[in-house]
């Protein structure tokens, strides 16, 4: 924070700079789409040491925010409370979570010669970059939400990437701060050996446990000795409360009340985004009365439990991209009712090539509901055969449509929803950029 910049690196900033906001200018100008990847990837060319000197120059420090799920939702929350306080945020506020994204984001709020203008940075930070952005960056505070399955072809177990997380984060000054789920068991180990101040939050709640460990659960043994941990209850995947009957190793204490903050965002696992957002904002000083009036008026992210109206229809999307993250989702449009779903299932980078995980989510909660399943993308056959496979005997009331053009699986959706229900969409991370497209008329990537 705040560095000095030796003037060869100035110069090569400099140059880096103003190509770059020329690229964006032009894109936008083109409507090639938002440049929110581009001009930092020509950038980082022009100068390799460019998310270092940057990110040096951010007043109050760079939060990083790294997940599984959450990341979008947090981050704007957190970055909505920063903002109430009087304080000025740059924000890669589309998702672009690599390193030429976190750079565009950056760029963002410079001049022309390479100026940085922000009291804070809020990254959002793609599970598997973590580390290395980490010594150029040398954030202030690190928010760590939670660790899944996700994209298997690309990232591995839970257990690599906290592993990872962790010898990374432990070479970091000791005045960094780590906000990490202590309901997620790999996450409170981690937080555990750290020589950093570590905050937890989490639940505790034993109203809201499951009724049984589900299908997607992904690290029920213990990470300290690998004996299979003991749970009171789960909340959502492995995340829960537990102690390991072996060695002694348990949920950590928690820093924050989960009862004293109710978040309007449906769904238990933006309770989760909301404590962390929170417990952040509380250590970087923001105002109780702030943070209460952020949570109160929060809207939500794009394509994360965002409401349209379309058509004088109710429209609500949500990002479903991996099986703890569907079953969250189902579960939340279960408890909200409707008779119609969308469900768009994509294969492209961003979502992850492998969609075997669509046999680890409990579609059977969703059909067993009855209604019309309305099904597109990419691979909208694999989607149908999964949710035929999960109707039973007593799911029979159940209509399945299969479109595979996206456009005319919207249009038969929207058709099919009463005018006093809400169209529920369930895509993958490119089918929700499309879908949007769409249904607004505007990319976002």
């Given at each position: 924070m705040g560095k000095q910049i030796q003037p060869?690196?100035?110069?090569k900033l400099g140059l880096a700079v103003s190509t770059a906001k020329t690229v964006t200018f032009l894109v936008r100008l083109l409507r090639l789409g938002a440049a929110s990847v581009l001009p930092g990837e020509i950038a980082r060319r022009l100068q390799p040491k460019l998310l270092q000197l940057l990110s040096f120059q951010v007043k109050r420090g760079v939060i990083l925010v790294a997940g599984t799920n959450g990341k979008t939702t947090t981050s704007l929350l957190l970055k909505t409370m920063l903002e109430r306080?009087?304080?000025?945020?740059a924000h890669n506020a589309t998702g672009a979570n690599l390193e030429n994204g976190l750079m565009t984001a950056l760029l963002e709020s410079t001049n022309i010669v390479g100026k940085l203008e922000a009291d804070f940075a809020i990254l959002e930070v793609d599970e598997n970059i973590l580390r290395r952005v980490l010594q150029p960056i040398q954030p202030r505070l690190i928010l760590c939400l939670n660790l899944f399955r996700d994209q298997l072809d690309r990232y591995g177990e839970v257990d690599t990437i906290s592993?990872?997380?962790?010898?990374?984060?432990?070479?970091?000054?000791t005045d960094t701060v780590v906000v990490a789920n202590a309901d997620d068991p790999t996450l409170a180990y981690m937080g555990q050996q750290l020589p950093q101040k570590v905050r937890f939050f989490g639940l505790k709640e034993p109203k809201q446990y499951l009724d049984e460990i589900p299908h997607a659960v992904d690290s029920i043994y213990c990470p300290k000795c690998g004996h299979l941990l003991s749970y009171a209850g789960v909340y959502?995947?492995?995340?829960?409360?537990?102690?390991?009957?072996?060695c002694g190793f348990a949920k950590s204490k928690l820093d924050i009340d989960s009862n004293q903050w109710q978040q309007i965002l449906i769904g238990l696992y933006n309770k989760y985004n909301t404590l962390a957002?929170?417990?952040?904002?509380?250590?970087?000083?923001v105002?109780?009365?702030?943070?209460?009036?952020?949570?109160?008026?929060?809207?939500?992210?794009?394509g994360r439990a965002e409401e349209l109206e379309v058509e004088g229809v109710r429209v609500l999307i949500l990002l479903s991209k991996n099986p703890v993250g569907m079953n969250e989702t189902i579960r939340a449009v279960n408890q909200a009712g409707g008779k119609t779903k969308l469900l768009v299932l994509n294969d492209r980078t961003p979502d992850g090539t492998d969609v075997s995980w669509i046999w680890d989510v409990d579609t059977e909660k969703l059909v067993e509901t009855g209604g019309?399943?309305?099904?597109?993308?990419?691979?909208?056959?694999?989607m149908a055969l999964r949710l035929r496979y999960s109707q039973l005997e007593t799911s029979a009331n159940v209509q399945l449509i299969i479109e595979e053009d996206l456009r005319s699986a919207i249009a038969t959706a929207l058709d099919r929803t009463p005018a006093d229900e809400t169209l529920h969409i369930l895509p993958t991370y490119s089918a929700m950029l499309e879908v949007r497209e769409i249904l607004t008329g505007r990319k976002i990537l």
């Open positions: 060869i690196d100035r110069l306080q009087g304080w000025k945020v592993k990872r997380w962790g010898e990374a984060i432990a070479t970091l000054p959502l995947s492995h995340l829960g409360d537990y102690e390991c009957p072996s957002a929170v417990l952040a904002a509380q250590e970087l000083g105002d109780k009365s702030i943070i209460q009036d952020s949570i109160s008026t929060f809207q939500a992210a794009f019309t399943l309305v099904v597109s993308g990419d691979r909208v056959y694999d």
